[in-house]
């Protein structure tokens, strides 16, 4: 049997779910410029995708189980900060690159992180 997730779980998931896609987006463009800095760009938007769609699929995990543990649950809090981290990071390059696209990105990054430091372990229990 598995459990109903909270409302800010389902949310976060889905927020990590459209960062993971819009850098996926992002990182062909960047391809296909081929200067230094795109390139560089490149590898944080690959870095940065996974590692939201990392953190989507280990919420999804732990919300589904009927009685997570209190370690598995502070792995996924772990695991959201983490992700959180990289969203800023990324929104930061994502800015220096100046175009009105990697702005919105970078935009949806910080919203990403937001959710991801909300997440705790109070927030993983079902709705």
């Known amino acids: 049997m598995t459990r109903q997730m909270s409302t800010e779980m389902q949310q976060c998931i889905d927020m990590c779910n459209k960062c ?5 987006q992002m990182l062909s463009r960047c391809m296909e410029m081929r ?4 390139m560089q760009m490149s590898m944080m938007l690959m870095s940065c995708a996974e590692m939201c769609r990392m953190c989507a699929d280990m919420m999804m995990r732990c919300s589904s189980m009927t009685k ?4 598995m649950v502070q792995m996924c809090v772990r695991m959201c900060g983490m992700c959180a981290d990289m969203c800023e990071m990324s929104a930061d390059m994502c800015r220096q690159m100046g175009a009105k696209e990697m702005t919105e990105l970078a935009d949806l990054m910080t919203q ?5 430091r909300q997440v705790t372990p109070q927030a993983m229990q079902p709705a």
Do not use: N, W
Request: charged share 30%; with cysteine; glycine share 6%.
């Open 112 to 116: 990403c992180a937001a959710m991801c």
């Open 68 to 71: 997570a543990g209190a370690d």
């Open 35 to 38: 200067s230094e800095q795109s």
């Open 20 to 24: 993971h896609d819009k850098c996926e």
